[in-house]
């Protein structure tokens, strides 16, 4: 497993992060989570709000079923979404929802936290108080973001201090915006509208790794493009080349974005 080093932080972590999202789906969550530790994975990402909290309550129940120890796995989750109601990146809200995940989780601290999608009302000088606190209690070591542009983070930087060492983003074949944009440059065809701010290039310049969210997945939460019968050249491409170098359509998917130079996170 190729390993990579998050953000400014100087620590090496895997390259592929397993994603726990689904977690309350597993029929067998203890062996998923070995699986992932034996094939090189010690990157795990979670969320306040996947399945309500239960996806990181089932994920410590089976982690203390493992000989894993704690000091060997990187843990990352985000808060920020109240489901069906708001964004609150509020002081409250973010040490709470800090506090919620560690019961969960049944640890004294996680290794990153992102903020989970932008809140419009954001208030920075509150995130800063709340980042503060968190790092001096010891129950977060590093922090980040989840589907933000520059200008916004740029206007978290104003006043939190602690470098964000993540952005979490959609990317993949069905999902090459970023990419697209950088190519189609000069030109006034749908591919040249920069939608992100040149996110891409700003994490590069600002060495923020790019942790690709759903990169098997297309449009909206539509479902996954590998083996589906609505694109079927793209399917046929991935297969001949999986029968070349000996791989699978999911291997070649994920390697196609690790193959990019701004060395970005893969989240299965």
Request: charged share 25%; net charge negative; aromatic share 8%.
């Amino acid at each position: 497993m190729k390993q990579i080093q998050l953000g400014t932080t100087g620590q090496l972590v895997s390259s592929v992060i397993l994603g726990c999202m689904r977690m309350n789906g597993a029929k067998d969550p203890v062996k998923v989570i070995e699986t992932a530790y034996e094939n090189g994975i010690n990157f795990f990402d979670h969320a306040d709000i996947y399945g309500n909290g239960e996806c990181e309550e089932i994920f410590a129940d089976a982690l203390a079923k493992t000989s894993l120890k704690r000091e060997d796995l990187f843990i990352q989750t985000k808060c920020g979404i109240v489901p069906g109601i708001m964004f609150d990146f509020s002081k409250k809200h973010i040490i709470e929802s800090v506090e919620g995940s560690l019961r969960r989780l049944n640890m004294d601290y996680v290794d990153a936290l992102l903020l989970h999608r932008p809140d419009t009302l954001v208030e920075p000088e509150e995130v800063a108080e709340a980042f503060d606190e968190l790092e001096k209690s010891g129950k977060v070591r590093f922090f980040g973001v989840s589907n933000q542009k520059p200008m916004q983070i740029e206007l978290l930087k104003k006043h939190v201090r602690q470098p964000l060492i993540a952005n979490q983003l959609q990317f993949g074949l069905k999902h090459s915006e970023m990419v697209d944009q950088g190519i189609h440059v000069n030109m006034t065809d749908t591919a040249s509208i920069d939608h992100d701010g040149s996110v891409m290039d700003y994490s590069r310049l600002n060495d923020m790794t790019i942790q690709a969210w759903s990169p098997y997945q297309y449009g909206h939460f539509e479902g996954v493009f590998i083996g589906n019968e609505k694109f079927p050249e793209l399917n046929q491409t991935l297969e001949k080349m999986a029968e070349k170098y000996q791989t699978t359509p999911t291997g070649l998917a994920s390697a196609w974005i690790l193959r990019h130079p701004a060395n970005m996170q893969v989240i299965v």
